[in-house]
């Protein structure tokens, strides 16, 4: 499970240096993690279904409330029985 919060990427500003990973899905489509250089926590990560976005761990945020609550939900086939998300305003996709 992951928790990020994502924006257009013409509105981050990255400072610093990160090493950085890319991977490739089965859809051959590929999307580049970018890991802090001294404790190797994913900072932010792109490409994949959305090119144009920036995502940013929620723990990664000074304030990791800044979001509310989660607009959409992907990747629920795979999820966890445990976990379900009830809000009706949230978009679901698998």
């Known amino acids: 499970m992951s928790a990020q919060a994502r ?3 013409e509105c981050v500003e990255v400072a610093g240096e990160s090493n ?18 001294t404790c190797g926590s994913t900072v932010y990560y792109g490409g994949g279904n959305f ?3 920036i995502a940013i761990p929620l723990g990664a945020l000074d ?12 990747w629920e086939r795979r ?7 009830i809000d ?6 698998d």
């Open 79 to 85: 999820r966890h029985d445990w976990l379900e998300i």
């Open 51 to 53: 090119p144009e976005l």
């Open 20 to 37: 950085q990973w890319t991977r490739t899905a089965d859809s051959g489509q590929t999307t580049t993690y970018h890991f802090c250089r």
């Open 63 to 74: 304030d990791p409330y800044i979001v509310d609550s989660p607009d959409y939900s992907v």
């Open 88 to 93: 009706p305003d949230v978009e679901h996709s």
């Open 7 to 9: 924006w257009p990427a």
